[in-house]
């Protein structure tokens, strides 16, 4: 017994049987090295397992009057709370049939009687060791994931703090824009949940790509650090050639947020998305935009929703060149714009929830 004991650790046994002699038995056969529980029925047996000091393991009879073996075992395998604790049908049912059908149940071993004590005990420490060992790798997984859970939250964090420095930096240097950053940021994230299951559209507007565009979207404007005050802040109409200008925010947004992967010192995902739409939010859908004059499905979603989103809350709200628009004026213009500046399929979504565009534009009204 000496073997057994090292490995007893305190465990607790269930011996569940309808016989008095056969309780006394087991109990007397286990009692010097493991702790004993005792249940004359079926019922009992499950009080006793899922009660809050659940048993290490049961030595289960089958043939019992009400609630026999089998289905005892069947309950204690789809309850979730006693699913793990091993069972040991110990049964005077011997044909290969019935073994059979316990172990299909989830018994880790069958036991016939009359029963020979020192195959019980070994069977029993043998099951305990690997009950033990089993346990160790569960919680250490467990440890695993939440060690795992942790580390991810913590890059997650430095994602974000690393969008939110960058779009800080884009906000000094236009201070007209004021909510801009947050109004588009939820309007890009608005019409990707609403085209989430479109055909068009599915492939990208993953759960993780919406996440990541709500992320993204205060970055489309980076690209205005690099445009001189005097005409990012003119307060009249730019010429051709300072638009010119202008229109290379585009390519110094898209190098800015390339430069910040190298300062990281590895690609980084996150601003994948970041550095499509700092890109490629000014181009159109019949191919008249900037700054590589790209068409229909050859701008990138993440660009088409922002186009939309930006185009909407530039011209309700005031700059410094020009008055705000009203929202029935802009909406006839985007509606004009339909397959020429924009997706098609993004403006019937935009034009059929016009009000949570106006509930969101009140929401962080400037």
Not at 61 to 71: F, K
Not at 88 to 95: G, N, W
Not at 104 to 123: E, F, N, Q, W
Not at 259 to 281: M, N, T
Request: glycine content about 4%; charged content about 30%.
């Amino acid at each position: 017994m000496t073997d057994i004991k090292n490995y007893a650790d305190n465990y607790t046994i269930l011996v569940v049987d309808d016989t008095i002699e056969n309780l006394a038995l087991m109990g007397e056969l286990l009692k010097d090295d493991y702790k004993v529980k005792i249940a004359n029925s079926g019922e009992k047996a499950l009080r006793i397992a899922m009660a809050d000091n659940p048993p290490d393991l049961i030595l289960l009879d089958i043939m019992m009057p009400g609630m026999d073996g089998y289905e005892v075992c069947l309950k204690l395998k789809q309850e979730p709370r006693t699913f793990e604790i091993p069972v040991i049908f110990l049964t005077a049912k011997s044909e290969t049939a019935d073994e059979e059908m316990g172990l299909k149940l989830g018994a880790v071993d069958y036991i016939t009687k009359p029963i020979s004590p020192p195959i019980v005990m070994a069977r029993v420490s043998t099951h305990l060791k690997l009950k033990k060992a089993t346990d160790l790798l569960r919680n250490r997984n467990r440890d695993l994931a939440l060690e795992m859970e942790r580390i991810a939250g913590q890059a997650l964090a430095a994602q974000e703090m690393t969008i939110l420095a960058l779009a800080s930096l884009a906000e000094t240097r236009d201070d007209d824009t004021g909510n801009h950053l947050r109004r588009t940021q939820r309007y890009v994230e608005f019409l990707a949940r609403q085209l989430q299951d479109h055909p068009r559209f599915r492939e990208f507007l993953t759960e993780s790509n919406i996440v990541m565009l709500y992320k993204s979207a205060p970055l489309h404007d980076i690209g205005k650090v690099g445009i001189p005050d005097q005409i990012l802040n003119k307060p009249g109409r730019l010429t051709d050639e300072e638009f010119e200008i202008m229109k290379t925010h585009t390519l110094i947004g898209r190098g800015a947020l390339e430069r910040a992967e190298k300062i990281l010192g590895s690609k980084a995902d996150f601003l994948e998305v970041a550095k499509v739409i700092a890109l490629s939010h000014h181009e159109r859908w019949n191919g008249e935009g900037y700054p590589h004059q790209l068409a229909g499905d050859e701008i990138p979603v993440a660009a088409r929703l922002m186009a939309v989103a930006d185009f909407y809350d530039s011209l309700v709200n005031d700059r410094i060149y020009r008055a705000a628009l009203s929202h029935e004026k802009v909406t006839e213009m985007i509606r004009a714009e339909r397959g020429k500046h924009f997706d098609p399929d993004i403006v019937d979504i935009f034009l059929n929830n016009q009000q949570a565009f106006i509930q969101i534009f009140n929401q962080f009204r400037d």
